[in-house]
């Protein structure tokens, strides 16, 4: 069936400035640091990435990783599908997701990225589904918390549908 937009949830303006709050905090915490890696997780993050990166004032490198779920899973396993071309080890690492869910996506790349010893790992998440993470993650970085409804836009989609849209809408995903 064709979707629609029920509603718009944060428009570009909303976005755009609350994107420009969050490059100011993590621009302030890592300027003494030296280079952080941004790692964008597939294929959500690409909007949110490419506009906080722009509006970072300190010194940063991109990286990405693709992730899917295992079929029919239950437990929220994932794997990786496409991994990040540089060396972690000894660098400053910051997950730019999105929205986190449950959580599990962002668990377990945090494990995986840990076990390569990077200088230290922190997560930022564009929009965060709180009553829907059962993982036990921390989220550094958070620039919206939103309610168990489905959203699209800004690199967020419903089976592609609203990924390119410049704003953040709802939509009934039955
Ligand atoms: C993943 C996801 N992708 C798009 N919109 C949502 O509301 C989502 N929740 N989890």
Redesign the pocket.
Known sequence: MQKVVRGTLFSEEQIEHRVGELARAISDDYRDKGNVVLIGILK?SFIFLADLSRKLDIDRTVEFIAVSSYQGATSGAVRMIMDVRGDIAGRHVLIVED?V?TGNTLKYLIQILKSRNPASIKTCALLH?AEATVADVPIDYVGFPIGNE???GYG???DEFGRTLPYIGVIDPD
């Open positions: 959500g929205i869910d589904k489905w959203v699209v967020l989609d419903y």
